[in-house]
């Protein structure tokens, strides 16, 4: 193996030399404690590495061994419910094997190497394969069936096969021969994870990935294979949101990756999803979850990396025909680990000390994102979903614009909004999502041919609330003319009633698109009644007499999806409710006429 | 790893010298300065070929460049522990400094620790009991949290984590300890909290690491790692309940600012270095809970923000990694009400899976939710009536502002030495609620204003 001597340490930036033979991005052992790094740069016989661990007690004069492996993720069946640091060690057998601190220096492979897993074998001697191709099948949880796949650079001719059965990951089960090559097929391939797995073709969007979140699914949609942004600052809800996504959308499998940020946010993953049971299938929601957890306090150049691991598990899963969505929290601790790192290598910075690479990177990463079909013909998606940090809540900084660039879905949560706890704080005027004419068909005709349409009236009367409530600070609200005070009054309910949704509530944690639709068709319904009634001159003080109005308001919560049809019953009393005030105030015309 | 010693220093600039000729030198290693029989520590911080970058803790004043000897000592920072730093005094660098003589060592330690494997964390569920009711009653504060408290100059956040530390405890009498870490105190401020932790006894559960303003500046770098290293010995090796109050963490990030300058390193936001959040996430990130563990390290960090701006690097940073914020208000503290939390801005995070049925009492999530409703409600009327005038408000409206005068004079307000148990706190936010008509009131259930709202 390629050996360098170190000569220069900063952080986790260490420079060697002595050798030519290693490899860019080659992953490397550093120094005695054997910490495990990467190259990064090259330079005649000198190499720059960022280094995945703490670097204390490192000494110059220590040798940097190669592995002869690029940095690769091992793809195969046990990283469903795992969770794993920024380079993919298991912190759960990292716990059990060193202590409840992250132990330096220590490899262990990601997958279970002594567990057996039930394969089922689909490919026979003489069978030919081509990349991407399912050779072979395990039911890895009782929501996912893990599709063992041709690797993308595979072909050929199968020698030898291996009969169903139980088997360790890496058992061989098929033999190929591609002219002089023979390649083993085991339960696990590796891949480079800077390199995109590749695909056949890319599909455009037109299903919504469903999140149960009204202000996203109904103003603001996301489709599967899109890419989507929350910036906001610290405690708007990021995490928060990112968490109901992870629970409530009706992706296959989710992949989360929690970067740079909480320890314990990660531990309410781990106590929670395991209990949540998944609205469609009933299983338990951590079934179907890959975490990525390399926290604040872990090892930056780690934080790093974590980001290209996750995407990379989630683009195997889609190569297996599955609509993956990737959470990341937070790409902005990404971005800073970036900086970190490009300053400690003394690179010339670009704004705000990000390196000028900031833009490619964060490029490369979101066009990882799509629906796809598969090299084997399959349709499969990831969803990208990047929180962003942005420093004292500014969207002007560089992370925070450059990532618009490159997402169609722009979720801005909004400071005032969770100060007044306005939860998701997600600001209706200033979000967009340039889904909405994809995906519109999918609505229309798979919940409502009116859905779109309401969409723009519920908008129109949010926008007009708006420019109200700027005239009410100066004046009060009690001298707006009745039409106005109306929509103040439906703007309430849209935001009350509607837009806010409590993600610790078990009846509203989760809203149906069904459910959605009743409820926005049920308030628009009360606005436009009532606008017919004042427009006869009716008080405004009316509309809020009786049940009706706080009915509405609590909805959302008083009527479960497993009763839709109280909100039937609702729309008749609120029928009958305008019907009433129609006739005494029809009588009340004319009496004056 | 052997002591190596080296004559002379090539460069001498801040807090940092630079000695050449080195050989096997260990990254952020231990060193001794030593001039004339003075010994100084300091610590690599950054190595190149045959040349070693070392701050040193105590300052360069009076350095010179030929006769300086420097010594490394093969090991990083450490300081001894046992269960006697009980009620002991130390400085930035974990050396006893109250005349009591060296602690009996149990176990030598780093101090800068490890990261908690995230797999181990415990989710922290139980809540410490202040005795101050704008925290207990409206941003409890939670075993294993790391809970900052925003202030700005001349606020009293000193007087407040006194008080804190003096009436903290947790139900049920386990063993609770608190770490008072002081950083880059002034004296005054340090004579008035150590003569209060005396007075009152408090002291034979505080251990205290002082750093004072005119310490040298460097030593703030080790002074929170050393407070932590000690909480975490209490809380996961001696299975205690311990709290952290670190003050203030600004002065921290003004050493790290100058340090990174003096280095030449690009700077991120206004001079304050691009690591700084990793770097204060290694302080904050070491609060929590571990599986299997009995006790729990639970963090006060106080920042002062620069011109009381939330979005200075500081505070925003620090808001990023803590598990919400108290927030001092100027306004509350012009109007002479003490502590002055604005309670608009602070959010305990972790507050909803600590309280409640089983932990506190099981009105207290709504109370909470109903007086933060109500007094963000009055909040609305205060600023119409500053424009209309208070004679144009509707009755509906004076109810609020009359709220929110009773709130703050009573409910926030609370006297320095005033000790109030969870039990009155809650029943003082319903008295409280009685200002208000019962209809306005729809964030508390009918039982529970049946139950408490007395009129
Ligand atoms: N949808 C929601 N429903 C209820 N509370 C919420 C919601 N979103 C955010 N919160 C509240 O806001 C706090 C901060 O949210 P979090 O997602 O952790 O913020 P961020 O990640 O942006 O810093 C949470 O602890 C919770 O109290
Ligand atoms: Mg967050």
Redesign the pocket.
């Known amino acids: 193996m390629s050996k360098a001597s170190i000569f220069w340490i900063n952080g986790p930036v260490v420079k060697a030399r002595g050798s030519r033979d290693f490899m860019m991005n080659e992953m490397v052992r550093v120094g005695n404690s054997r910490l495990i790094g990467e190259v990064v740069d090259l330079d005649q016989d000198t190499l720059t590495i960022q280094v995945y661990e703490g670097t204390r007690g490192l000494q110059t004069e220590e040798l940097v061994e190669g592995t002869g492996r690029l940095l690769s993720a091992y793809l195969g069946p046990g990283l469903i419910g795992g969770v794993f640091d920024g380079i993919e060690r298991p912190l759960d057998r990292l716990a059990q094997a060193y202590g409840d601190y992250v132990t330096r220096g220590v490899e262990l492979f990601p997958l279970e190497e002594g567990r057996k897993w039930r394969v089922e074998v689909l490919k026979r001697e003489g069978d030919s394969v081509s990349p991407g191709e399912v050779y072979a099948r395990i039911q890895e949880t009782s929501m996912i069936e893990h599709r063992l796949l041709v690797p993308p650079q595979v072909k050929g001719e199968v020698v030898e096969a291996r009969p169903n059965g139980e088997y360790r990951v890496s058992d061989n089960i098929l033999l190929i021969r591609n002219g002089e090559q023979e390649i083993p097929l085991r339960l696990y391939q590796e891949w480079p994870v800077r390199l995109p797995r590749p695909i056949k073709n890319r599909i455009p969007p037109s299903l919504p990935l469903i999140t149960g979140q009204r202000v996203i699914d109904f103003f603001f949609p996301l489709a599967k294979g899109g890419a989507a942004a929350i910036p ?1 600052g ?8 990112q968490h ?1 996504l992870a629970k409530w959308s009706d992706a296959d499998l989710i992949v989360y990756i929690g970067c740079g940020e909480r320890g314990n946010e990660m531990t309410q993953v781990l106590e929670e999803f395991p209990q949540l049971v998944d609205p469609r299938t009933g299983k338990a929601l951590m079934e179907r979850t890959v975490l990525v957890a390399n926290t604040s306090n872990m090892p930056v150049s780690a934080r790093e990396a974590s980001i290209y691991t996750g995407i990379t598990i989630a683009e195997y899963f889609r190569d297996m025909g599955y609509h993956v969505a990737l959470m990341a ?1 937070s790409t902005s601790r990404w971005a800073e680990a970036l900086r970190e790192l490009s300053g400690r290598m003394e690179e010339m910075p670009a704004e705000e000390g990000f390196p000028a690479y900031l833009t490619s990177r964060l490029s490369e990463f979101y066009e990882r994102a799509g629906r796809a079909e598969t090299l084997a013909g399959k349709e499969g998606s990831v969803t990208i979903i990047g ?1 962003v940090s942005p420093p004292g809540g500014d969207f002007s900084e560089p992370v925070t614009q450059h990532t618009r660039e490159f997402v169609r879905c722009f979720w801005a ?1 909004d400071r005032n909004l ?1 100060y007044s706890r306005h ?3 997600v600001n209706w005027l200033t979000s967009y999502s340039e889904f909405v004419e994809d995906l519109a068909d999918w609505f229309e005709n798979e919940v409502d041919t009116s859905w779109n349409q309401l969409r723009t009236e519920a908008m129109a009367l949010l926008n007009e609330d708006d420019r109200l409530q700027q005239v009410i600070k100066l004046v009060g609200e009690d001298v707006l003319p009745d039409e106005q005070r109306l929509v103040v009054e439906v703007g309430r309910l849209l935001k009350t009633g509607f837009l806010q ?4 509530s078990l009846t509203d944690s989760f809203c149906s698109l069904q459910k959605q639709f009743q409820m926005i068709d049920l308030i628009l319904y009360f606005y436009r009644r009532a606008r017919e009634l004042i427009s006869l001159g009716m008080a405004i003080s009316e509309i809020k007499r009786g049940a009706v109005y706080p009915k509405l308001l609590r909805m959302k919560e008083d009527i479960p999806a497993a009763q839709l049809e109280e909100l039937g019953k609702l729309r008749e009393e609120v029928e009958k409710f305008f019907d009433e005030l129609a006739q005494r105030y029809g009588e009340g015309v004319r009496h004056a006429g | 790893m052997p002591v190596r010693e080296y004559l002379g220093l090539s460069r001498i600039y801040g807090p940092l010298v630079v000695v050449k000729g080195v050989e096997k030198v260990g990254y952020e290693e231990l060193v001794e300065v030593v001039l004339r029989g003075e010994k100084r520590l300091g610590q690599v911080v950054f190595l190149e070929e045959d040349q070693a970058v070392i701050q040193v803790f105590e300052g360069t004043a009076g350095l010179t460049q030929a006769d300086a000897r420097v010594r490394f000592l093969g090991r990083p920072v450490e300081i001894s522990l046992s269960q006697e730093v009980i009620g002991r005094v130390f400085d930035g660098l974990g050396r006893p400094i109250d005349q009591e003589g060296e602690v009996i060592e149990d176990v030598r330690r780093d101090v800068y620790g490890e990261a908690i494997n995230p797999y181990t964390r415990e989710y922290p569920r139980n809540f410490i009991q202040t005795g101050i009711s704008a925290i207990d009653g409206m941003a409890t504060l939670i075993r294993g949290q790391k809970l900052p408290i925003f202030s700005g100059a001349g606020l009293p956040h000193n007087r407040l984590v006194v008080q804190i530390t003096r009436q903290a405890k947790i139900a049920g009498g386990e063993k609770f300890v608190v770490v008072f870490c002081g950083i880059g105190l002034k004296h005054d401020e340090a004579e008035f909290i150590q003569s209060s932790f005396e007075e009152t006894g408090a002291m034979k559960n505080v251990v205290m690491v002082l750093n004072l303003a005119d310490d040298p500046s460097v030593e703030r770098i080790t002074t929170p790692q050393v407070a932590l290293t000690i909480a975490e010995y209490l809380a996961f090796d001696q299975d205690m309940h311990v709290l952290a109050i670190l003050t203030d963490m600004t002065n921290y990030c003004e050493t790290l600012r100058e340090i990174s300058n003096y280095r030449g390193e690009v700077p991120a936001r206004k001079g304050y270095p691009g690591y700084m959040y990793s770097d204060l996430a290694s302080i904050y990130e070491r609060t929590g809970m571990i599986k299997g563990r009995k006790g729990s390290l639970t963090q006060i960090p106080v920042v002062t923000m620069p011109n009381d701006d939330i979005t200075h690097p500081i505070p925003d940073l620090t808001g ?1 990694i803590t598990e919400g914020q108290i927030v001092l208000g100027r306004e509350l503290h012009r109007q002479g009400i003490y502590p002055p939390i604005s309670i608009l801005p602070s ?1 305990s ?1 972790l507050m ?1 899976d600590g309280i409640g049925e089983g932990f506190t009492r099981p009105d207290h999530p709504n109370l909470a939710s109903q007086l933060f409703a109500s007094y963000g409600q009055a909040q609305n009327v205060r600023s119409l009536a500053s424009i209309i005038g208070e004679e144009e408000l509707s009755e509906a409206d004076r109810n609020y502002l009359d709220f929110a005068r009773k709130f703050e004079s009573q409910f926030i307000n609370q006297d320095f030495s005033e000790e109030r148990s969870m039990e009155e706190t809650l029943n003082l936010g319903w008295a409280m609620l009685a200002q208000l008509p019962p209809s306005e009131l729809n964030r508390v259930t009918r039982e529970e204003i049946n139950q408490f709202l007395q009129r």
């Open positions: 906001g610290f405690g708007t809800g990021k995490t928060v949101t109901q929290d929180a949560l969770a939860y998701p704080s949704q409590n993600s610790f | 990023y959010l995070r909803k």
